[in-house]
């Protein structure tokens, strides 16, 4: 069935956003522009694509342990699960999942954001094409109600979620008090370290491309000004227009919330070099939209310790790498970071010290592919076992080990003979 959905998924990717996320010209998309949904949904093929391969990766083990004993671990189906996914990413999440639960043998519950729930119904809709049988792949909708659902009902044996901070610890604390297996990818507060020897042109244009936190390390806080007139000229429109670089946010209470923690920036003592908040887009009057944001500020602004979802850049200044280090190493979160430097020596302390589940040497955005595993760690994950890869497998998957005894001696057997039989 998977080798028949990843053709389906690939060949209607321009379709699966254009229906999902623009019902009309004045209610631009939920994401951040067409190119980035593209990049949601590619993302999620390329689960499908390493899912497979389980014939070779679901393979037990197996050794004899003394004469004619053997013991073996065979990897079985938990039965029924679900997976929870958030509105940015509202087909590559289910596509972590969705791969992964179905070629172990489980069936799948997947219950999309309320608020973006096509891309979901789209993925359904080409698995049962696909030829996946009635039943193994069901989608539900709803909040509160359905997700303590989810959490409650018996029959349910894992749970798989992406999304906010108190949703999780919500999912992960019910679901494990009834006896689930529970995965959580939470909030993210991810850090960019530039070092003054970094390749100038490529770092800056990742953190742009990236919009996490920003450390600048000694010289390197000189490149500012030269961020902020790059980040000036990125493109935001409805999503679809050519050339879109930012789209709108989710919702106007997202742009309040976002607009209220750019706010508190000046607030809390920092400086916006750059403020998006009141930014017009021509053709969508009543769009939730903001503008690229940098703001200046410490490690105690609000807007700093809270996860924005918004295009806001927080810039911090850090005499050493060692400053550098100790500021990612603080934050609650521990989901992804990054540094932009060409020392080997230098790239070699941030992997050796820093204490966050993803790194990038000279890559902005290092989510593994999906070969590995997904590995936030800290406040961004709760739950031993990581998203798709080997985490995939053993996520949804129980192991039965058997020991057993067949004694060569008690063989019956014999030569066989053409003797005529004469019943003595």
Known sequence: MLMQLQPALFWNKGKHYQVTLQPSLRDPPDVNSFIDAHGDLLRGLQVVETAIGITSTLMGDKIEVSRDMDTEVRRLPLGVCASISPFNFPAMVPLWTLPMALVTGNTLIVKPSERDPGAAMMIAELCQRAGLPPGVLNVVHGGVPTVNNICDHPAIKAISFVGGD???????????????????????????????????????????????????VGEAWSWLPELVERAKKLKVDGGFEKGTDIGPVISPAAKDRITGLVGSALEDGGTIHLDGRSLQVANYSNGNFVGPTIIEGGTKMRCYEEEIFGPVLIVIPAETLDDAIDIIN??????????????????????????????????????????????????????????????GLNF????????????????????????MPTHR
């Not at 521990?334 to 589940?357: D, H, P």
Request: proline share 4%; aromatic share 10%; hydrophobic share 35%.
């Open 330 to 391: 603080k934050n609650k979160y521990g989901n992804g970071a990054a540094i932009f430097t060409q020392s080997g020596a230098t790239a070699r302390k941030f992997e050796s010290y820093v204490n966050v589940g993803q790194l990038g040497i000279n890559v902005p955005i290092p989510v593994p592919l999906p070969m590995f595993s997904w590995s936030g760690n800290k406040g961004s994950a709760l739950g031993d076992i990581g998203f798709y890869g080997k985490g």
């Open 166 to 216: 108190r949703a999780g610890k919500h999912i992960y604390e019910r679901g494990t008090k009834n006896g689930k297996r529970v995965q959580a990818n939470m909030g993210a507060k991810n850090h960019g370290i530039i070092m003054p020897d970094a390749n100038k042109n490529s770092a800056l244009n990742s953190m742009i491309g990236a919009a996490f936190g920003a450390i600048f």
């Open 396 to 419: 949804y998957t129980q192991n039965k080990t058997i020991t057993s005894l067949w004694k060569a001696e008690d063989a019956v057997g014999g030569r066989a003979t053409v003797e």
